[in-house]
């Protein structure tokens, strides 16, 4: 085999690996989706929190940019922290009570 | 042996309902009661601090920073608000009223009053929402809440009352009660990512270390209000330490005045009745 196919070859195999791994554009648009829907949740229990909001600021831009590897990772973080203090309101709902001085 | 079951069950039958009233009490708030339980908890904590002191927070329970507090007293950084807002405070409106027209005898030696419940609106009023409220009833735009002018008027209302004792009222009103109680669930309500409450560095951790702050009790922590705070550079409201607080727990802090605010200082105020007005006050 000549060294142009084999380097064509190769170069084949990567750009297929890296386009496999690569976010799509609809991927992060949808865990931005996500992400907004978790935190529109928590503030409507009155519990934001607000490495949440910086997350989401930081997904939006990085959606602005195109850069949807960033925006997927940073919107799956701030889907995370979202639902967490999601838990925690509820979780407090139950135990707030116990912290009351009797 | 049946007569003993039927007696039984009668027994049963007729102790239900107190029971369930005593099951309906212990869900219904009871002000006063907690009131007792929250001063009892804070003076046990801190025996050797006079009830007055209370409204002086770290200075009244960590005698190195009362001497540094002490030595800044001599020359108060808050002098220059409280000029400013006596001058606000007497100046009349565009209309040829005045602040003094919108309070009880003129405004003066009110603050331990605020904030109280308003039976026709059925809300929380705090001092700033009424100052708020006089300037757009006598046609002027409302001030920012937290900093400024604000603050400045606060501090002459404030330093006209020194020496009152706070004395907050819950009318009996169903809807006085619920406020009450939303601002003692919001007291004791963890919550940001840090998962702290106002009760975990002001009750649990009152006169420890956060850093280089010692954390000031709950009970009397508003006496002072407006302060200077020096970690500030200028001088801010009961809101902008609700906000900062929870911005501090990295929880999204809700706007000035927010219903949840407002209720929060009625718990909070009505907790440390009796405790004299400090305010202005200044802190690290």
């Given at each position: 085999?000549?060294?142009?196919t084999?380097?064509?070859?190769?170069?084949?195999?990567?750009l297929?690996?890296?386009?496999?791994?690569?976010?799509?554009?609809?991927?992060?648009?949808?865990?931005?989706a996500?992400?907004?829907?978790a935190?529109a949740?928590?503030?409507?229990?009155?519990?934001?929190?607000?490495?949440?909001?910086?997350?989401?600021?930081?997904?939006q831009?990085?959606?602005?940019?195109?850069?949807f590897?960033?925006?997927?990772?940073?919107?799956q973080?701030?889907?995370?922290?979202?639902?967490?203090?999601?838990?925690?309101s509820?979780?407090?709902?139950?135990?707030?009570?116990?912290?009351?001085?009797? | 042996m049946r007569?003993?079951?039927?007696c039984r069950?009668?027994?049963?039958v007729?102790?239900?309902?107190?029971?369930?009233?005593?099951?309906?009490?212990?869900?219904?708030?009871?002000?006063?009661?907690?009131?007792?339980a929250f001063?009892v908890?804070?003076?046990?904590?801190?025996?050797a601090?006079?009830?007055?002191?209370?409204?002086?927070?770290?200075y009244?329970?960590?005698?190195?920073?009362?001497?540094?507090?002490?030595?800044?007293?001599?020359?108060?950084?808050?002098?220059?608000?409280?000029?400013?807002?006596?001058a606000?405070?007497?100046?009349?409106?565009?209309?040829?009223?005045?602040?003094?027209?919108?309070f009880?005898?003129?405004?003066?030696g009110?603050?331990?009053t605020?904030?109280?419940?308003d039976t026709?609106?059925?809300?929380?009023v705090?001092l700033?929402?009424?100052?708020?409220?006089c300037r757009?009833?006598?046609?002027?735009?409302?001030?920012?809440?937290?900093?400024?002018?604000?603050a400045s008027?606060d501090a002459?209302m404030?330093?006209?009352?020194?020496?009152?004792?706070?004395?907050?009222?819950?009318?009996?009103?169903?809807?006085?009660?619920?406020a009450?109680?939303d601002?003692?669930?919001?007291?004791?309500?963890?919550r940001?990512?840090?998962?702290?409450?106002c009760?975990?560095?002001h009750v649990?951790?009152?006169?420890?270390?956060?850093?280089?702050?010692?954390?000031?009790p709950a009970?009397?922590i508003?006496?002072?209000?407006?302060i200077?705070?020096s970690?500030?550079?200028?001088?801010?409201?009961?809101?902008?330490?609700?906000?900062?607080?929870?911005?501090q727990?990295?929880?999204?802090?809700?706007?000035?005045?927010?219903?949840?605010?407002?209720?929060?200082?009625?718990?909070?105020?009505?907790m440390?009745?009796?405790?004299p007005?400090?305010?202005?006050?200044a802190?690290p």
């Amino acid at each position: 085999m000549r060294p142009a196919t084999i380097l064509a070859a190769a170069f084949g195999v990567v750009l297929c690996g890296t386009l496999a791994n690569a976010a799509t554009q609809a991927e992060a648009a949808a865990a931005l989706a996500a992400a907004q829907s978790a935190e529109a949740e928590a503030g409507h229990l009155r519990n934001q929190w607000l490495p949440t909001e910086a997350e989401l600021k930081t997904a939006q831009a990085a959606m602005t940019a195109g850069d949807f590897d960033a925006a997927l990772a940073a919107a799956q973080r701030a889907e995370a922290l979202a639902r967490q203090s999601v838990e925690q309101s509820h979780e407090q709902d139950k135990l707030w009570s116990d912290a009351v001085i009797k | 042996m049946r007569a003993g079951h039927l007696c039984r069950l009668a027994f049963a039958v007729a102790a239900l309902p107190g029971l369930i009233g005593l099951t309906h009490a212990a869900a219904k708030a009871d002000p006063a009661a907690d009131q007792h339980a929250f001063q009892v908890y804070a003076r046990s904590q801190f025996p050797a601090v006079p009830l007055a002191d209370f409204g002086n927070g770290p200075y009244a329970v960590n005698a190195p920073m009362r001497k540094q507090w002490e030595e800044i007293m001599q020359f108060p950084p808050y002098d220059f608000a409280l000029d400013e807002g006596k001058a606000a405070f007497e100046k009349p409106f565009a209309n040829g009223r005045s602040y003094g027209d919108c309070f009880p005898n003129k405004g003066i030696g009110i603050r331990q009053t605020f904030p109280y419940f308003d039976t026709a609106t059925g809300e929380v009023v705090t001092l700033d929402l009424a100052i708020n409220r006089c300037r757009e009833a006598n046609g002027e735009k409302p001030l920012p809440y937290q900093t400024g002018l604000i603050a400045s008027i606060d501090a002459y209302m404030a330093e006209t009352s020194r020496g009152k004792p706070f004395d907050i009222k819950i009318p009996d009103d169903p809807r006085a009660l619920a406020a009450y109680q939303d601002g003692k669930r919001f007291f004791y309500t963890r919550r940001g990512q840090l998962n702290f409450s106002c009760a975990s560095c002001h009750v649990q951790a009152a006169g420890q270390r956060l850093r280089g702050d010692i954390l000031a009790p709950a009970f009397g922590i508003l006496a002072a209000f407006p302060i200077y705070r020096s970690d500030w550079g200028s001088m801010g409201t009961i809101d902008r330490r609700f906000t900062s607080c929870n911005s501090q727990v990295r929880s999204v802090p809700f706007k000035p005045q927010d219903k949840a605010y407002r209720d929060l200082e009625y718990f909070l105020s009505y907790m440390s009745n009796g405790v004299p007005i400090t305010g202005p006050g200044a802190r690290p």
